[in-house]
């Protein structure tokens, strides 16, 4: 039995959509963080000592990150499905697979951190200060970055359904996350593409019933 060991607001919806897209039973081990620090618990270091999600067990063998997760459920699981065999389908597979959590997730994510920072609590006079330098930090630097990186992610999708092709893969499962979690902070009305994306995946049983158990 697989187990899917489950931090709360955090990416470990991945391992769970990509397993019901398998048909494989798995079970939800559930991680609460703290509600001042936002860590995750001790007791998930017990399982990796990273401490962090996702991560999964498999019998003896643990697994962690996102894309080791995929890679092993697809290659373990997958008989064929939801990987493309060769040619550029399976190099785009690789590429995204990758640029997910290499390229795009980190600008997200320091996005994110900056936002907390802006409205943390702090004294009144340094607020200005802070806010200042937060948008200084957006505009020089992730703005650009994420905005090269949606016009490349739109470019891409505008010729195609899904990131390898016209079907479902593993790509997907990686990429499809941090757009569906992004769409609620990022204004998507010049990203057409992206945005019919984000409606075919919401739109998928599996997804559904992965969402469902968040």
């Not at 860590?39 to 270091?45: D, E, F, I, N, R």
């Not at 006079?125 to 930090?137: D, H, N």
């Not at 990429?175 to 593409?193: E, I």
């Amino acid at each position: 039995m697989i187990h899917v060991h489950h931090l709360e607001k955090s990416r470990s919806t991945r391992a769970t959509w990509l397993l019901e897209e398998l048909g494989v039973d798995y079970e939800i081990i559930r991680y609460a963080r703290d509600p001042k620090t936002f860590s995750a618990p001790a007791s998930l270091k017990q399982i990796h000592p990273l401490g962090k999600s996702p991560v999964i067990t498999d019998g003896e063998l643990t697994i962690a990150e996102s894309g080791a997760i995929v890679e092993y459920l697809i290659e373990t699981y997958g008989n064929g499905r939801l990987r493309p065999q060769s040619g550029q389908a399976l190099l785009d597979y690789r590429f995204w697979l990758h640029f997910a959590e290499g390229s795009l997730m980190p600008l997200l994510v320091m996005r994110l951190v900056l936002a907390k920072t802006e409205s943390a609590p702090m004294p009144f006079f340094v607020r200005p200060i802070a806010r200042k330098i937060v948008q200084s930090i957006e505009q020089a630097f992730i703005v650009p970055r994420l905005t090269t990186q949606l016009q490349f992610i739109e470019q891409h999708l505008s010729k195609q359904d899904w990131f390898t092709g016209e079907s479902l893969s593993g790509a997907d499962i990686q990429m499809a996350v941090p757009l569906v979690l992004a769409k609620t902070r990022l204004d998507f009305s010049h990203y057409p593409h992206i945005k019919q994306y984000i409606e075919r995946i919401e739109s998928q049983p599996a997804f559904q019933r992965a969402l469902a158990q968040d």
